[in-house]
């Protein structure tokens, strides 16, 4: 069975930082892009970054780009992905997801069939 558990969400200022980490297990994930999205109140869920199996150029959303670092860990039994988030700001504030695809991924939600349960990132006033 496929598990993606995170970890790390929480309350943040403005100009914060966190660190999401999501440990994907239950398959081979090998040439499989992994990705966090987010999904704010009563928005659709957007793409935040991604990235290949190698772990080779994640790419970004242009709304995070120069503050938010994606790295990934291919352990033997367990993918560990990382997403590192400085200078956060009130925008930010969100439930994250990881997620994994089939393949290459890309940025469309719907080509990533497992999805962990969403850590929430909120702003504190």
């Known amino acids: 069975q496929v598990q993606l558990v995170e970890s790390g969400g929480g309350l943040v200022q403005a100009g914060g930082s966190l660190r999401l980490s999501c440990a994907a297990s239950?398959?081979?994930?090998?040439?499989?892009?992994m990705g966090w999205f987010r999904q704010a109140a009563g928005k659709e869920r957007e793409f935040v970054a991604r990235?290949?199996?190698?772990?080779?150029?994640?790419?970004?959303a242009d709304s995070v780009k120069g503050r938010f670092t994606l790295s990934r860990d291919n352990a033997r039994n367990t993918v560990y992905l990382y997403l590192q988030m400085n200078s956060l700001k009130p925008e930010d504030t969100a439930v994250y997801y990881c997620?994994?695809?089939?393949?290459?991924?890309?940025?469309?939600?719907?080509?990533?069939?497992?999805w962990g349960q969403g850590p929430q990132v909120t702003f504190s006033s």
């Open positions: 997620a994994a695809s089939h393949g290459p991924g890309s940025i469309m939600p719907h080509e990533y069939p497992y």
């Open positions: 239950g398959r081979t994930f090998s040439s499989d892009a």
């Open positions: 990235i290949s199996w190698s772990g080779d150029s994640p790419y970004y």
